[in-house]
């Protein structure tokens, strides 16, 4: 069954780091989002076709996106947090043909003043 599950959110205090897991089965992985309360979905991190990450500009210089290709995961790793990072954070995919966008279920992250 194809699908994506997050792990390592969490509350930490601002300047602190987390890093954050998506484990992928049948999917190809293509990068984070989040969602802070009352506000859209944005992107903070995606793969592109070539060697490089595009990074949200909010986020560029503070969040390192790196990946497994043996276990098939990716990895957020994310330093000098803020308060304005508070966001469930997603992971998002695609099925091997392309036709088909997946998310996983998300993974909250707090970040106290």
């Known amino acids: 069954q194809a699908q994506l599950v997050e792990s390592g959110g969490g509350l930490v205090q601002s300047g602190g780091s987390l890093r954050l897991s998506c484990a992928a089965t049948?999917?190809?992985?293509k990068g984070w989002y989040r969602q802070a309360p009352g506000k859209q979905r944005e992107l903070v991190a995606v793969?592109?076709?070539?060697?490089?990450?595009n990074y949200a500009d909010s986020v560029k210089g503070r969040f390192v996106l790196s990946r497994d290709h043996a276990k098939n995961m990716v990895y957020l790793q994310m330093t000098n947090l803020k308060p304005d990072d508070t966001a469930v954070y997603y992971c998002n995919g695609d099925d091997f043909t392309g036709s088909n966008n997946y998310w996983g279920k998300g993974t909250l992250v707090t970040v106290s003043s």
């Open positions: 793969l592109t076709d070539g060697p490089e990450t």
């Open positions: 049948g999917l190809i992985i």
